[in-house]
């Protein structure tokens, strides 16, 4: 599996202009599932675990490097992490608060651009992980419910 999007540079920058900067030692716990989300992290330096699991059984298990933004589809949501991450090494990361993420976003368009670009690779990612399980499920269930869509306003 590929790694996660890697924003640019210049968004980088942008970051951490806006970021309070963390060392965090091994095994530190950055946020559990279910927490609220309160901001993302963007890792300088290090590694970073992120677990998915679901009636106590992993179905995600998976390792970020420097560069990863740690945390982004809760933090834009307002919602819910949906994954538990925590430090697998002595790290480096940049914190950035939900408010001062959004803020960002509206001011710099490019910014902006780029969130949703990682939006849509972390989605195309966790397709590729479901598609590669057996019969299309999650390890550990049995049967997933039929997705609802809403049909599209115009």
Known sequence: MKQPFIFSPTVQSALLAKATLRTELK???????????????????????????????????????????IGLPATLSGDHYSLTAS???????????????????????????EVVH?????????????????????KGTSKSRPVESTPLRR
């Not at 914190?95 to 509206?106: A, H, P, R, T």
Request: aromatic residues 4%; proline residues 5%; negative net charge.
């Open 27 to 69: 095994g530190t716990v950055l946020f559990r599932r279910g927490d609220p989300s309160f901001g993302v992290f963007l890792l300088r330096k290090g590694s970073v675990g992120l677990q998915l699991e679901s009636r106590g059984k992993a179905i995600l298990d998976r390792t970020v490097t420097p560069g990863a933004v």
């Open 118 to 138: 990682a939006l849509g690779e972390e989605v195309v990612q966790m397709r590729e992980i479901l598609a590669a399980t057996p019969n299309g499920h999650p």
């Open 87 to 113: 430090t697998l090494e002595k790290s480096e990361l940049a914190f950035v608060g939900c408010q001062d993420l959004l803020e960002l976003m509206n001011s710099s368009p490019s910014v902006g651009v």
